[in-house]
């Protein structure tokens, strides 16, 4: 088995070292306006045997360290992300194709960190037709993905899939090839073991690394080199991996925060941008933000999404004239609470993080929905909770 596994590192390696170390600007191009119209066409350009019996899965590869290559087998911060396309990826792991027959499509093959809004909306629209159309004929979706921003397709993802069927997104910390100990074709193999499996559904989209499955929408990125970086801190992993068997801690359940959006007539994500809270700041962008056309922002404020009073003034008035703020925390774990003495022209984001909070308030922005109806969607069902009355229903 081992030497199965280094004979397919080495193929990949020999596969990877021949091609170009990024893709030519214009193939960014030509891939970005594709994925702006509203319908989506799939593109498989791996399919693999089919085995009777066995789930199918399809692959949307879309870049970052687990297709990443480096020449150096101890690099893990300087290697060049987004080079292995989805056919190496797939067939550097043939252990895949005990769990699942499997289809893979090259979305894009970019650094997450530059992956546009246009890019999130493709997959998001690739993932509903394979699981939730009416003729579908996937099981699962597993989404490879730069671990950078994982986070925010996830959730994309968790809050826009219209059916049961698992969302699986996953990445690795180690380029596929050219590191000792690479984690990226073991993440692989979990992540479409997940999504494979019957257990997994009805529980939103899910985020797979290092033996532990997070649900997406409180998953997040808490360390920015070692492996075991994606973490659920407050209500933790509900699965895990024991060898190659998953297993779910708890029956199926969806979070309780969570609320789903129809995207499928949405062509584009309006610009939301986040500003960062520090000691004193009067989030003296705002107004550059808002003449940049932002159409909302999210500020990431201090501790439970405090707000220098120095800010106020600014807020107040963009408030005043409809536009809409949410106030989040930059510390990422806990919650900005609704109710909050002095904050009232701005929206609580509850607990969601910043990114999180931004990719919320652009669907919601795409739907046309209304300042309340913002405010519902983000506060709401928090609110319920904090002026409950013992005795009451
Ligand atoms: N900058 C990265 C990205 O998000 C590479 C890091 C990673 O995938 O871990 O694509």
Redesign the pocket.
């Known amino acids: 088995m081992l030497a199965h596994a280094l004979f397919s590192l080495a193929t990949l390696a020999t596969a990877v070292s021949a091609a170009p170390l990024a893709a030519p600007l214009e193939a960014r191009a030509s891939t970005l306006a594709a994925s702006s119209s509203s319908n989506v066409d799939f593109n498989i350009t791996y399919s693999s045997n089919r085995t009777e019996g066995l789930p199918t899965m399809l692959i949307l590869a879309t ?4 297709a ?1 290559s480096s020449a150096s087998n101890l690099d893990s911060t300087t290697y060049q ?2 080079v292995v396309g989805v056919g190496q990826l797939i067939q550097a792991v043939p252990e895949l194709l005990n769990v699942s027959n499997v289809d893979g499509m090259q979305v894009s093959n970019i ?3 530059s992956m546009p809004d246009s890019v999130v909306l493709k997959l998001t629209k690739l993932a509903n037709k394979a699981l939730c159309a009416p003729n579908a004929t996937f099981d699962g979706v597993v989404i490879t993905h ?4 994982l986070e925010e397709t996830a959730f994309t993802m968790d809050v826009t899939l219209q059916c049961d069927k698992p969302v699986v997104v996953v ?3 180690r380029p596929s090839t050219g590191r000792l100990s690479s984690n990226s074709p073991n993440n692989l193999l979990q992540a479409v073991t997940t999504a494979s499996h019957p257990a997994s559904r009805n529980r939103g989209a899910l985020i797979v690394l290092n033996d532990r499955v997070c649900q997406a929408y409180y998953c997040e990125k808490t360390q920015a080199n070692t492996v075991d970086t994606f973490d659920s801190p407050e209500p933790g992993y509900i699965g895990a991996l024991l060898s190659d068997k998953l297993f779910y801690y708890s029956t199926a359940a969806q979070p309780t925060f969570k609320q789903t959006f129809d995207l499928s007539n949405v062509t584009a994500l309006p610009d939301v941008d986040i500003l960062y809270g520090y000691q004193g700041t009067d989030f003296g962008l705002l107004n550059a933000t808002i003449a940049d056309g932002a159409k909302g922002v999210v500020l990431a404020g201090t501790g439970a999404g405090s707000i220098p009073a120095a800010a106020l003034h600014d807020i107040d008035a963009a408030a005043a004239k409809g536009f809409p703020l949410v106030r989040s925390s930059k510390i990422n774990v806990g919650a900005a609470v609704p109710g909050d003495a002095g904050y009232d022209s701005m929206i609580a984001g509850g607990l969601l993080n910043p990114v999180k909070s931004r990719r919320l308030l652009q669907i919601l922005l795409a739907l046309n929905k209304t300042n309340d109806e913002i405010r519902d969607a983000f506060e709401g069902k928090l609110d319920s909770y904090l002026s409950y009355k013992p005795g009451s229903s």
Do not use: H
Not at 63 to 66: A, C, H, N, R
Not at 146 to 149: A, Y
């Open positions: 870049g970052g360290t687990i990443g992300a987004g650094a997450s960190e730069g671990t950078d921003t990445g690795a910390m």
